[in-house]
């Protein structure tokens, strides 16, 4: 096992990688940018690193400070989370180049499933279902003839891209130029490169991907599925294993097409096959492989028993993956909760601002990956993800309880996020029933607004204000309460009796 | 102590060792029964006599107070006592604001350009999501105070726009 | 389901049921001494009754007290927990006569198991194997001869007991007198009953117990084992399941004798049937029955995937336990940790005083259950027991591992206790082997100290004084930090920035 | 500032943004990084140069203080300033305390009565747990200045216990 690896990323996915580090005894270095510098992943590791400015681009998105950095601390291996530079194959070769370990696929792997186009055709010639589409496009009238065999709606989406961005319903060949214009700006944006691809845009669609491990030794099994049907602006913010919509026999057929994929570009590690499932045929698509550890991964930990990012890194390490796949299980249900810093009704804009108060749910079952603390800023430079509730119950109507639970046990104050939206979601019909689809949010729950405060909620607010008037008003305890303090200034501050 | 959260008005008097609170207009005897760190537990008590025991997370930030209370959030504008009273909302005619805090990823026209209703005037970007700023009603722009590149605030005027005549 | 149930316990078990009640939709009624006003699970039910003074005779022992309480507050049933009358049939049957439905077994197999003596007795006509010993002695005489007949080292045990409470070694006739008498008073202190047992003392022994479960329809099954050898002075204080001793044969054997053993006495819900593990023989006795949700039921939840204590209240209220023994699965591997107030090198004396801190510690795979909080007061009056640490994990290396960065992460100033001595017994060598007998700790550790400051320990202390004198050195943030406010009066503070 | 921990003294001077810290004569630069709610960040500097962070939970209560640092959980006796000193340890000869706070169960002597080394003197139940006090070695009984029922805190004195003359 390695002494010492280097986490190139930040807030949630760094600290979850750190804490696997903590249990196998391998030291942490933090990566930060200057808008960082206060942030809970900074000050949960070993030690840090500072890599420059806020902006992406010279700080999370900067291989060269990586590599130095790893090299400055004697770091043996470098861990990408996800995002950022995860999945750049020119990232993963210049680790190995400096003689270091990336804790992820080959360069090669990611660099054949990083291009949407080719990664298709080559999915096709391993015989993994594809949607019907057409790549290698880049006049107008080709995509417009594309569409026009194709059938309307279409979806034009990025080459290189991922997780929604570069991405355009198009219903209309009317639509079609701005859409092309917007989504190559994106992806030019995002990912350094234009390129785009037309494909059938299957309506009602459910997103249902799996998970898939392998090691350096040739052996790759899969962990099941995950159904991320719950989408806002193209972006999950719900995912639970098992998917209500899977029969034993599809998951089996699903699973085995996933190690194909995985197999056919000679894959190792954490890795996810997403499909395109139509329940209406009870058919999928292979719709791209995401060659990195998911957002969502908790989920298959759960499900299975299996901690993710600890086998990362020892299969990185050179370890053997002892799992054969009829020793793996999938046993009761997990669900995740995407806590976003954003405005719900605002059309899910992100948030920004101090954290005031953040308080995590706790009781049997429930999980909290967590990327802030009370006292964070959420600055306007990242993601706006802030953390992940995560629950285990023993079938899906207990997980749902049981994250409503959780839900309604956090407090988040100082950003608006989506925490009452979210329980909105898990009380759906819809959702009990297991029926929505990835365009579901945006017409089930369009017209959905916060609640209203109550007359218990304005007493509150009142009475908080009143207490600076009133300091000795204070508390029924008998004793001096010396557990809750204030004072204007900046200070300092122990657990003291007096 | 009299002040107003969102539209509703609230007066609240110490009696002994608890408060009378009237919102808007109704009475409710509330009694702090622990206070700490931003949660409240209180005695809320009804003219009826019917009591509640509640807790209660709250923070405040300039004019904004966020209470939760029973697993849902409030978020509450605090504006001047009742007495006082101020331009509720913001002007915003004539003006494009952001939608959010972010970076001005193009300004895709220019002063003195006639543009039409639902054209997107201005991009914006935050976190990695690309935010259209389209006009509202056709016109013609006046001023573009930003420039590519810059960082703006949430509510910063993009665009102010002359509204063609009719 | 119920509406409303009433919870007749304290502590952290109160604070798991009550859990268990908000998933299911069920309000609880806290109960509480005059000690326990402020207490957590006071605070945390949804109502609270005022039972009466401190002592326990006078508030959680006194039966009238729980019953009227809980009709007064309309509340349907009775839910134990562990410890004070748990176990007590009259209680029971009390509860079952005003209308109200005890969430535990029947009376009447309360009052067969809660007789050693008797219980013993059955368990031999049922088949079940008994350690060799005498029922129903009263003089002198009569135990020294059985003393005789079965051979020193002995056990002489209260016949009402449980917890290690009225029990002692006996290993010559010429410790009998004052064993005898000893045993007698603490019998009749902790349960009114002054009768007591004599049975061989396995040396080397394992505790190992058997999780049974069984609903109003007489189905009955066992959810496997749980080995709690890591004992001192008669309490568990590590549990964890499965036993590294067991193989999958003896596990079967044991599991079907638990489940005999339940069958015999027509038993209803959760409870547990311990055994005496002889490793030299890999032979087992039955030893008694926990008629009762037990401190470590965590330990089964996480391997097995149920919520045992929701599973109490819905076969309480007339559900069908659905899983048949072939449906239930053992996976992975949990450990709990009991965190108690005491002095390890002061002999495991109960400590007591007010919690200055208490941080949780988080991450994937580890379960807190705590009955305090920060600014709690621990008193003399009740258990020890301050919170339970359990952890998941794939195997029990991991499972170890984790538990070590659980206790790792754990702070808890205020009342002595045993969280560095708990990472000594985790880190030794006997404990990583599974070679840990009930009597281990008092021979392998005897020797045990706490650690000892280092320089970074003491310069932390010396900052944290100094800093009283010089407020304004604070922090090296830029921005004043709203968070962190100090002030000698009793105050209130909110989270705000300014 | 001066202070003793244990038997460590430590002497602490500002200078500048950190301290010079002087524990039993040994050098140490250190600075507070971030301070809050009893949880301390300290850059640790040895007289070599060396640098070490470290993140410290502190509390105290009473002379007691609490550190935990590197998941070690240490207790520290806080006396006076080095200048003074006092009496250490508390005066046990011939009595004996209660080795916890909890209540009398039942005394089994009198004043007056010979007692024999190792002789269970008192019992004491806390938590309902039974511990015997003992007599540490042959003597006559003094004084008992407890009752049976009384609640006693931890270092009470039970009872008064005369040697005898060997």
């Given at each position: 096992?390695?002494?010492?690896?280097?986490?190139?990323?930040?807030?949630?996915?760094?600290?979850?990688?750190?804490?696997?580090?903590?249990?196998?005894?391998?030291?942490?270095?933090?990566?930060?940018?200057?808008?960082?510098?206060?942030?809970?992943?900074?000050?949960?590791?070993?030690?840090?690193?500072?890599?420059?400015?806020?902006?992406?681009?010279?700080?999370?998105?900067?291989?060269?400070?990586?590599?130095?950095?790893?090299?400055?601390?004697?770091?043996?291996?470098?861990?990408?989370?996800?995002?950022?530079?995860?999945e750049n194959a020119g990232f993963a070769a210049?680790?190995?180049?400096?003689?270091?370990?990336?804790?992820?696929?080959?360069?090669?792997?990611?660099?054949?499933?990083?291009?949407?186009?080719?990664?298709?055709?080559?999915?096709?010639?391993?015989?993994?279902?594809?949607?019907?589409?057409?790549?290698?496009?880049?006049?107008?009238?080709?995509?417009?003839?594309?569409?026009?065999?194709?059938?309307?709606?279409?979806?034009?989406?990025?080459?290189?891209?991922?997780?929604?961005?570069?991405?355009?319903?198009?219903?209309?060949?009317?639509?079609?130029?701005?859409?092309?214009?917007?989504?190559?700006?994106?992806?030019?944006?995002?990912?350094?490169?234009?390129?785009?691809?037309?494909?059938?845009?299957?309506?009602?669609?459910?997103?249902?991907?799996?998970?898939?491990?392998?090691?350096?030794?040739?052996?790759?099994?899969?962990?099941?599925?995950?159904?991320?049907?719950?989408?806002?602006?193209?972006?999950?913010?719900?995912?639970?294993?098992?998917?209500?919509?899977?029969?034993?026999?599809?998951?089996?057929?699903?699973?085995?097409?996933?190690?194909?994929?995985?197999?056919?570009?000679?894959?190792?590690?954490?890795?996810?096959?997403?499909?395109?499932?139509?329940?209406?045929?009870?058919?999928?698509?292979?719709?791209?492989?995401?060659?990195?550890?998911?957002?969502?991964?908790?989920?298959?930990?759960?499900?299975?028993?299996?901690?993710?990012?600890?086998?990362?890194?020892?299969?990185?390490?050179?370890?053997?993956?002892?799992?054969?796949?009829?020793?793996?299980?999938?046993?009761?249900?997990?669900?995740?909760?995407?806590?976003?810093?954003?405005?719900?009704?605002?059309?899910?804009?992100?948030?920004?601002?101090?954290?005031?108060?953040?308080?995590?749910?706790?009781?049997?079952?429930?999980?909290?990956?967590?990327?802030?603390?009370?006292?964070?800023?959420?600055?306007?430079?990242?993601?706006?993800?802030?953390?992940?509730?995560?629950?285990?119950?023993?079938?899906?109507?207990?997980?749902?309880?049981?994250?409503?639970?959780?839900?309604?046990?956090?407090?988040?104050?100082?950003?608006?996020?989506?925490?009452?939206?979210?329980?909105?979601?898990?009380?759906?019909?819809?959702?009990?029933?297991?029926?929505?689809?990835?365009?579901?949010?945006?017409?089930?729950?369009?017209?959905?607004?916060?609640?209203?405060?109550?007359?218990?909620?304005?007493?509150a607010a009142a009475l908080a204000e009143m207490?600076?008037?009133?300091?000795?008003?204070?508390?029924?305890?008998?004793?001096?309460?010396?557990?809750?303090?204030?004072?204007?200034?900046?200070?300092?501050?122990?657990?003291?009796?007096? | 102590?009299?002040?107003?959260?969102?539209?509703?008005?609230?007066?609240?008097?110490?009696?002994?060792?608890?408060?009378?609170?009237?919102?808007?207009?109704?009475?409710?005897?509330?009694?702090?029964?622990?206070?700490?760190?931003?949660?409240?537990?209180?005695?809320?008590?009804?003219?009826?006599?019917?009591?509640?025991?509640?807790?209660?997370?709250?923070?405040?930030?300039?004019?904004?107070?966020?209470?939760?209370?029973?697993?849902?959030?409030?978020?509450?504008?605090?504006?001047?006592?009742?007495?006082?009273?101020?331009?509720?909302?913001?002007?915003?005619?004539?003006?494009?604001?952001?939608?959010?805090?972010?970076?001005?990823?193009?300004?895709?026209?220019?002063?003195?350009?006639?543009?039409?209703?639902?054209?997107?005037?201005?991009?914006?970007?935050?976190?990695?999501?690309?935010?259209?700023?389209?006009?509202?009603?056709?016109?013609?722009?006046?001023?573009?105070?930003?420039?590519?590149?810059?960082?703006?605030?949430?509510?910063?005027?993009?665009?102010?726009?002359?509204?063609?005549?009719?």
């Amino acid at each position: 096992m390695f002494n010492k690896i280097l986490i190139a990323n930040r807030g949630e996915i760094a600290i979850r990688i750190m804490r696997a580090c903590q249990e196998l005894g391998v030291r942490s270095v933090a990566v930060y940018s200057d808008a960082d510098a206060e942030a809970l992943h900074t000050r949960f590791a070993d030690e840090a690193v500072l890599l420059g400015p806020a902006a992406p681009r010279e700080s999370y998105l900067n291989i060269e400070k990586f590599i130095a950095a790893a090299k400055s601390t004697g770091a043996e291996a470098i861990h990408p989370g996800y995002g950022f530079l995860s999945e750049n194959a020119g990232f993963a070769a210049a680790v190995k180049e400096a003689g270091l370990v990336f804790i992820g696929p080959p360069a090669s792997a990611i660099r054949a499933m990083g291009d949407k186009a080719e990664s298709k055709i080559s999915m096709k010639a391993a015989g993994v279902p594809t949607v019907p589409g057409a790549e290698g496009l880049s006049a107008l009238e080709q995509f417009l003839a594309a569409a026009e065999s194709i059938g309307y709606p279409v979806l034009v989406k990025a080459a290189a891209g991922g997780g929604g961005k570069g991405m355009r319903v198009v219903r209309s060949a009317r639509e079609m130029p701005e859409a092309l214009e917007s989504a190559r700006r994106e992806s030019q944006n995002a990912f350094g490169d234009e390129r785009l691809l037309v494909e059938k845009y299957v309506e009602n669609a459910h997103h249902i991907e799996i998970q898939v491990f392998g090691d350096s030794f040739g052996h790759i099994v899969h962990l099941f599925e995950r159904e991320c049907s719950v989408q806002r602006r193209h972006q999950k913010i719900i995912e639970e294993s098992p998917s209500p919509l899977l029969t034993p026999e599809l998951r089996a057929e699903m699973g085995a097409a996933a190690v194909k994929a995985a197999g056919a570009v000679g894959y190792q590690n954490a890795g996810t096959v997403e499909f395109i499932f139509d329940p209406s045929a009870a058919s999928f698509y292979f719709l791209e492989m995401n060659t990195r550890l998911q957002v969502e991964h908790p989920v298959t930990e759960l499900v299975t028993g299996l901690d993710l990012a600890q086998w990362q890194l020892r299969v990185a390490a050179g370890e053997r993956f002892p799992f054969a796949q009829v020793d793996l299980t999938q046993r009761g249900h997990a669900i995740e909760c995407r806590l976003y810093a954003e405005d719900v009704p605002g059309g899910f804009l992100p948030s920004t601002g101090p954290v005031l108060q953040f308080i995590e749910p706790r009781g049997p079952g429930i999980r909290v990956d967590a990327g802030i603390e009370t006292g964070s800023q959420v600055s306007h430079y990242y993601d706006p993800l802030l953390a992940k509730l995560i629950v285990y119950a023993e079938d899906r109507p207990a997980a749902i309880r049981r994250m409503l639970a959780a839900l309604r046990g956090t407090v988040l104050h100082g950003v608006l996020n989506n925490v009452d939206f979210l329980q909105a979601v898990l009380l759906h019909d819809d959702f009990a029933a297991g029926k929505v689809t990835t365009r579901w949010v945006e017409s089930a729950l369009a017209g959905w607004t916060p609640p209203v405060a109550d007359f218990s909620a304005l007493a509150a607010a009142a009475l908080a204000e009143m207490s600076g008037a009133r300091p000795q008003q204070s508390t029924a305890s008998a004793e001096p309460d010396a557990f809750s303090p204030w004072k204007s200034g900046s200070g300092f501050r122990l657990g003291e009796t007096r | 102590m009299k002040l107003k959260l969102d539209s509703h008005s609230l007066e609240l008097t110490p009696t002994g060792k608890s408060y009378m609170l009237k919102i808007d207009g109704q009475e409710l005897a509330a009694e702090i029964l622990r206070a700490e760190n931003g949660r409240m537990e209180l005695q809320l008590r009804q003219a009826d006599g019917s009591a509640r025991k509640v807790t209660a997370y709250v923070s405040s930030s300039g004019a904004r107070r966020w209470v939760t209370l029973g697993g849902q959030t409030f978020v509450l504008a605090k504006s001047a006592g009742v007495g006082k009273t101020r331009a509720s909302g913001h002007h915003t005619g004539g003006e494009l604001v952001s939608p959010m805090p972010g970076q001005v990823r193009a300004v895709l026209v220019n002063p003195g350009d006639a543009v039409t209703k639902g054209q997107t005037l201005v991009i914006v970007e935050a976190m990695k999501m690309e935010i259209k700023v389209a006009a509202p009603f056709d016109g013609m722009v006046k001023k573009i105070p930003v420039k590519t590149g810059q960082t703006v605030e949430r509510e910063q005027v993009l665009v102010e726009l002359e509204r063609a005549h009719e």
